[in-house]
């Protein structure tokens, strides 16, 4: 999918899977709909990832505000020639604050009662949304976008299949390259150049490299450390193609592994292989959750899993479904999600198993293609 | 510096400058003298660069609360290694979310006014706390922490110098690279892959790099658009370097430019310079603006100049103080900001031209070393 326009007729000839602005206008025609919930006439779209679900626009200043027969996209001039490129919204060049000028709109169209994200605007944002707000009255609405974006389409799919796709083949390129005494922010660098030469918009987030005790660390910044013999060496990377993110860990073992490190592997991939075989339509998400725990118990291991056992993905690298012990939801065919089970030893070292997969009515498909078997560099 | 301990003993020997444990409590006593002002005895910080700032922590979910004679961090379990080698406040790992554990503490230190950031909580977290304040009152501070940040200490100075340093220095081997045909990605994958080989956190926004008439959106998102010749080329590239941020952008021809592309050149080089020379503490940031604006016009381009004239950094990209056209703010000797105009011209091509600089007393220190000729590739 090109979610942007310019993309397209680049040489690379990809055709795009549909008209982008139908399935955009889908998004919001579904959206609104959930007004009649709320008892709310116009909703204002302040949080970027939810900005471009429901829009395509893609630049980093931006408010849409959406009424049952209106779609009004906020911006500044920096993205004057990049707006209507991307989307086919009434787009407005604010010459002030998107804040300032949205509610001017508001008052235009009428509106009475207007929704905001309660959980992505800024105290400052709503005390100013506020204080503007003499003839509408402002009603704060839960995560709704976001509960939307949890089942993605077809079209996301694909985007988020090549996203994994393109990751995995940016860990094949940059393993080839490894040699012993490298450190970690040389691996890590490798291999967010390699995920941008392969068409990435960029890492998802910042590239975990850690080896030997730092493994232990379950988000360890690279380091000038050297990788040397004799260690675990973790890495949990994922790219961003066309706004969509993947998310993919491997644990290895550089030289000889201890025994115990080794029993640490299999747990972790045991208790993954197990998550990943628990999930289909219909089961809550605490279920994948303490399967993956039950099997890191049997191994006496459970203790050292301290967090949950994965997350949605999409427009963001971390957005629902939440796979953790105390999650009611139930899945739905559609979602993606992260499964990464990890076991952490202090001043020892740590193993993390990751893939990402697309829940489906009768189970799922793994999407990640990089192998399991306990790599050894 | 090394803010981050774990990075010390790591083979590359460099001391820190300072002890941070004593840099980062003197911020916390600066910062909780302003408590007279909001008539407040405690504080909770959500925003993370804020938490950093005052603690030295860099986890990626940590809150810090502030009495005159407590500092208590609240992170999660991923960080209890981590949080006691990087700062020396009380380490409370939480259990359950941080905006839970943190206002048990607040009663249990008889707290009767809590001050928070208004700029920077979400409304859904206000909200919380609300509910749960039944023994205090909550006061909403505005940029407390950003005001003491925009001034930096010898010590974060030195680490922006560093960070600069590198940026170039990535800057200069990726440029070696350059060959014809290269694609927008392939030259911003390998400034990236540099800025982590030269020792980089990572960089501080996603790299700009665009080509031909693609120069004119200021914001551009590297695509797999051919560099071909006799055109511009911008480069926009920043590098974090133990947490802190730089920032500069070269604007270049590959081949033959027009005699219009060259005049557009010399127009926002001397805007530039002009700029940078009206710099000195005591001076109005708009002043500043005004001074690139108006070379600007003379060209008969002003109007081409969409968007403000440079922004601090630190810690993050884009802090205060703003260089723009309504700025009375005055700037202060050891204020780091960026000096950035730029024209643009839809369909033709943009120019801007951007370096890193320290106000000082009588002027500023220009601290990107890159040249400002117009480079030819």
Redesign the interface.
């Known amino acids: 999918m090109s979610v ?1 326009p ?2 397209a007729g ?3 000839g990809r055709t795009p899977y549909l008209s982008h602005f139908t399935e955009f206008s889908e998004r919001r025609a579904r959206f609104v709909e959930s007004f009649r919930d709320t008892k709310i006439d116009a909703f204002l779209v302040t949080a970027l990832p939810n900005v471009r679900y429901l829009s395509g626009f ?3 200043n931006a408010a849409l505000l959406l009424t049952a027969d209106r779609s009004l996209l906020f911006t500044d ?6 707006a209507p490129q991307e989307c086919d919204c009434d787009i407005k060049i604010a010459k002030k604050a998107l804040l300032i000028e949205a509610p001017i709109w508001v008052n235009r169209l009428a509106v009475k009662r207007l929704g ?1 994200e ?10 100013f949304l506020k204080r503007n707000a003499k003839t509408f009255q402002l009603v ?1 609405v839960g995560d709704a976008i976001e509960q939307l974006r949890m089942v993605k389409s077809a079209t996301e799919i694909a985007t988020i299949r090549k996203a994994v796709e393109l990751n995995s083949a940016a860990f094949d390129h940059a393993l080839r390259t490894f040699k012993r005494g490298m450190t970690e ?2 691996l ?3 291999i ?6 392969l ?4 890492p998802s987030f ?1 590239t975990i490299v850690a080896a030997g005790p ?1 493994t ?4 360890a ?6 990788i040397k013999g004799d260690e675990l060496l973790l890495v949990d990377m994922g790219a961003t193609v066309a706004g969509y993110a993947s998310d993919m860990t491997r644990t290895m073992g550089v030289g000889r592994l201890s025994t115990k490190a080794r029993r640490m592997y299999r747990a972790v991939l045991e208790s993954q292989l197990v998550a990943i075989d628990s999930i289909k339509a219909g089961i809550a998400s605490s279920t994948v959750d303490r399967s993956a725990r039950t099997v890191l118990k049997k191994y006496g291991l459970d203790e050292w899993f ?2 949950s056992t994965g997350h949605g993905l999409g427009l963001e690298i971390h957005e629902g479904p939440r796979i953790g012990k105390k999650e009611a939801r139930r899945l739905e065919a559609g979602m993606a999600i992260t499964v990464e089970p990890g076991v952490y030893l ?1 001043d020892f070292g740590g193993v993390r198993i990751e893939d990402t997969v697309i829940v489906t009515k009768n189970g799922c498909e793994v999407l990640t293609p990089t192998s399991k078997d306990l790599i050894i560099l």
């Open positions: 942007k310019e993309a680049n040489g690379r893609s630049g980093s001039p920096r993205y004057q020639t990049q905001f309660r959980t992505r605007i800024s105290f400052e944002a709503y005390d704060p922010v040389d890590a660098g490798k967010e150049y390699r995920m941008r030469r068409g990435a918009d960029g910042e730092r232990a660390l379950p988000h910044h690279p380091t000038a450390r050297a301290i967090h202090e």
